[in-house]
């Protein structure tokens, strides 16, 4: 039966992941039920074999392990020394009236940080382990979200570019990471009044666009 989970999501990384029962090692609270597998009838672990465990590695940076029985072992580490290891699974996901057949993620029997009270991440970075890029092959490939206020509940919305919907900040290309979200940032204002900044000041580096990070981060000389 369909259940549903308040996932925290994250452009700055890619594989989803969901607390899971029995928690071996460790869960944080969480909004609601613990997800037990055995509750879901489409559920699978996926097995070393995979191509899927032979993906992690690009996907959260670490390499992949094989259980006793063979099942293949993530694990997923964050800037802020979060963290959340398990075993990559298998089952259906849903958003709206879309559902997702073997959609691959990760079963979290230790997660330990700073996740607040949701169930898990939804990873969102541009590697074919994440839920964008799972679904783009039925939705599309381009994705917004709004953020929420205290009034607003904001959305996360997938689907096909619309160019003349939406107006577009063009991202720019990396080798510091091919999977994540840069632009290029090209001055400040404050209460309306630019930085006394170059912009050469900004251009050193790109900047990096992580729903996942509460902390905004600028160059010594800038900030």
């Known amino acids: 039966p369909a259940t549903q989970y308040v996932m925290a999501g994250d452009t700055g990384s890619a594989l989803t992941w969901l607390q ?78 879309t559902s997702l057949p073997n959609f691959y993620y990760g079963c979290g029997q230790d997660n330990e940080g700073l996740f607040g009270r949701s169930a898990g991440l939804i990873g969102l970075a541009r590697n074919k382990l994440s839920l964008l890029y799972q679904l783009a092959p039925s939705l599309g490939y381009s994705f917004t979200y709004c953020l929420p206020s205290s009034s607003s509940s904001g959305y996360l919305s997938l689907g096909s570019y619309n160019p003349g919907q939406y107006s577009y900040t063009p991202m720019v290309s990396s080798s510091l990471d091919d999977s994540l979200y840069f632009i290029k940032l090209s001055g400040m204002t404050v209460a309306g009044n630019p930085l006394s900044v170059s912009s050469s000041a900004y251009s050193r580096l790109p900047t990096l666009i992580a729903s996942g990070t509460e902390i905004t981060r600028m160059p010594t000389g800038v900030y």
Do not use: E, M, W
């Open 20 to 97: 899971c029962a029995p928690c071996l090692v460790s869960c944080h609270r969480q909004s609601g039920p613990v997800f037990n597998p055995k509750s879901s009838s489409t559920y699978a672990s996926v097995g070393c074999s995979a191509q899927q465990c032979s993906d992690l590695p690009s996907a959260t940076l670490n390499p992949s392990a094989c259980s006793s029985s063979n099942v293949c072992i993530y694990q997923a580490s964050y800037g802020d020394s979060s963290f959340s290891v398990g075993y990559l699974s298998k089952d259906t996901v849903s958003f709206g009236s």
